[in-house]
């Protein structure tokens, strides 16, 4: 699948989420905050697991290439000076802005049981790219 680096980027944070949802329990006197995990199959969660690998090597490279910006920006320096920061953004919204090309699993949206997991809606609209009605 095509995407934008930050498009592949997005949508990596969004898996990332779907591990679960914190829940407050009480036991006795004291609150304890608990992972409660998504109830997905088993299908959809390899699909998941693969698309996480897929998109992590993808913000993998993306990460060497911001590095690699910084090293030239700065004079092979580790940080990008003050004056210099301008142009660095420039050159890391023109690379969020290139395509690149990710092998993703497509997920069903039936399969998301969203009568029973309560995804945000803004992890709902970043996985659009990879889920079928």
């Not at 004291?30 to 969660?45: G, L, N």
């Not at 698309?51 to 690699?68: G, I, K, S, Y």
């Amino acid at each position: 699948m095509k995407m934008t680096y930050a498009s592949a980027l997005e949508a990596l944070s969004a898996l990332e989420a779907l591990d679960g949802e914190n829940t407050i329990i009480r036991d006795g006197g004291r609150e304890q905050v608990i992972r409660k995990p998504y109830q997905f199959s088993a299908a959809t969660r390899m699909a998941i697991a693969r698309n996480l690998c897929a998109l992590q090597a993808t913000r993998d490279v993306f990460t060497l290439a911001r590095n690699d910006a910084i090293r030239r920006i700065s004079g092979g320096k580790s940080t990008v000076p003050d004056d210099l920061r301008d142009d660095f953004a420039s050159e890391m919204a023109d690379l969020a802005r290139q395509e690149t090309d990710v092998a993703l699993a497509r997920v069903i949206e039936a399969d998301l049981n969203l009568a029973e997991n309560r995804l945000p809606p803004t992890v709902l609209a970043a996985l659009l790219p990879l889920v079928d009605a």
